[in-house]
């Protein structure tokens, strides 16, 4: 198993630039979660789907979309990127038991700079 | 919605135990408690969890004490590799969210 993928590694944009950054799991999964983390701080969660079919906002989730393709993906765009979305950019996905106890897995994140 | 506190860092020597410290003082009582590492800018990994008895496994151990207002992480024996941040985290619902908060930057020491 390759556990959580996430495409690209590294990345620059310009201001004002799109991207979509891409997330995978094999795990069979039902949830799935974006973080981003800037310098020195802890991760923040962005958007996160429950399962197939629904997504629901977390702390920080202006200036991004999001879209839960199928059980496997979980893609986050920045539809006109900004300086500020700096980061780097972690995928987590979990089995999504309702009310149970929860274990994320994380993916090795996405570098990102928007000059 | 129960957030964490934890010193901003700590050292040990290596071989020795580490002891890393969290409070979590508005925790519920379903709310069970995480810890995760992160090693210079890799995903978190998942080290252990536990809801209110002391929980061990082949990486740590978890001391969480009767009132459930604070928690110890223990690592047995530490080594070089365990340098790295360590964030105590508790589940905030809805969504299964995570809060991770800054987190201990462990150092050991040779």
């Known amino acids: 198993n390759a556990g959580v993928t996430q495409t690209p590694k590294f990345q620059v944009l310009k201001t004002g630039q799109s991207m979509t950054l891409q997330c995978a799991q094999d795990?069979?999964?039902?949830?799935m979660y974006w973080y981003r983390q800037d310098p020195g701080m802890g991760l923040r969660l962005i958007y996160y789907?429950?399962?197939?079919?629904?997504?629901d906002k977390g702390e920080v989730p202006n200036g991004y979309n999001v879209s839960r393709l199928n059980k496997r993906e979980f893609s986050l765009r920045l539809e006109s990127a900004a300086p500020s979305q700096t980061s780097v950019y972690f995928c987590?996905?979990?089995?999504?038991?309702?009310?149970?106890?929860?274990?994320?897995?994380f993916g090795p994140g996405t570098r990102l700079l928007v000059l | 919605d129960a957030k964490t506190t934890q010193p901003p860092s700590m050292d040990c020597a290596e071989g020795r135990a580490a002891n890393l410290p969290c409070n979590h003082s508005?925790?519920?009582?379903?709310?069970?408690v995480y810890w995760y590492r992160q090693i210079h800018s890799q995903g978190p990994q998942y080290i252990i969890h536990?809801?209110?008895n002391n929980e061990t496994n082949e990486m740590a151990s978890l001391i969480i004490t009767e009132d459930r207002k604070s928690s110890t992480l223990i690592l047995p024996h530490a080594t070089l590799r365990d340098t790295a941040v360590y964030y105590c985290?508790?589940?905030?619902?809805?969504?299964?969210?995570?809060?991770f908060g800054t987190g201990t930057s462990l150092t050991v020491i040779p």
């Open positions: 985290i508790v589940r905030v619902s809805p969504g299964n969210q995570f809060y």
């Open positions: 987590a996905s979990s089995v999504g038991l309702a009310g149970g106890q929860e274990t994320q897995y």
């Open positions: 789907s429950a399962s197939e079919g629904t997504t």
């Open positions: 795990m069979n999964h039902n949830s």
């Open positions: 536990g809801l209110k």
């Open positions: 508005t925790i519920s009582g379903n709310e069970y």
